[in-house]
């Protein structure tokens, strides 16, 4: 039998880094700051407490479960969508620092916490994981595609594969515009990419990190229907209230 010793070797030392960094710069909350896991378990009791069954099913929206003054008179190309919770503390500063600060590992966590919450929602639905793309800008200022973290967090849960079918066409901010604006600056704004045939007929789970109005996570749907998918839902970490 052959044994890679090389590669235990390396292992180890992979292991025997981490366990020092830990001692010299111990993992913090991502929110209260205090020591221990990436979300401690007081911030995670504050996640939970934003109940899905009173949230609206068309765009995740906190407390829209009878009528959503968010997208009442919205129609979205995705059929549903959901949040871990609103864009707030714990979940807001999670996001600023996986995105923002490189805090990788938060990444994988949240998209684990998706992938359970979509299990609760969705059951056994959906063929594939994908995500929202970020712009060569974004690209490069952070140093990885946060949004593939993300979304390969949520596909190791699941248990369903991960594919990038979308690219950014043009450069938009989208951060100062209303809804309408944001319709508007968001058409034309990606591309399919070759392997836009694995759509067809597939039930796709788009990742993103947080939604506003919906107007990327609307059009990449479109875009995704034209394709031939035969239908799109929508999951995030935050959603904007």
């Not at 991502?30 to 099913?57: E, M, T």
Request: include cysteine.
């Amino acid at each position: 039998m052959f044994y890679d010793y090389g590669a235990y070797f390396r292992v180890g030392v992979c292991l025997l880094f981490e366990n020092l960094l830990e001692i010299i710069a111990p993992t913090r909350c991502s929110s209260c700051n205090d020591f221990g896991p990436l979300l401690c378990d007081v911030c995670l009791r504050k996640i939970h407490r934003y109940a899905s069954q009173f949230s609206c099913q068309k765009c995740g929206a906190p407390y829209g479960e009878l009528v959503c003054t968010e997208c009442w008179d919205e129609a979205f190309n995705f059929s549903r969508a959901l949040a871990l919770g609103p864009f707030e503390p714990p979940l807001s500063r999670a996001v600023v620092t996986f995105k923002d600060k490189n805090e990788r590992r938060l990444g994988q966590y949240l998209g684990g916490l998706i992938g359970a919450k979509i299990c609760c929602s969705f059951g056994a639905w959906g063929d594939v994981i994908t995500w929202v793309p970020p712009s060569k800008g974004a690209l490069r200022r952070r140093g990885f595609d946060h949004g593939k973290v993300l979304a390969q967090g949520v596909a190791d849960t699941l248990g369903l594969p991960l594919e990038s079918f979308c690219a950014h066409q043009k450069r938009f901010d989208l951060r100062k515009l209303n809804k309408q604006e944001r319709k508007i600056a968001i058409e034309g704004g990606f591309s399919l990419k070759g392997n836009a045939q694995h759509i067809y007929a597939k039930d796709i789970v788009l990742i993103d990190d947080v939604m506003t109005t919906g107007a990327t996570l609307n059009e990449i749907a479109r875009m995704f229907l034209g394709a031939g998918a035969q239908e799109v839902r929508v999951a995030v970490v935050a959603r904007t209230w």
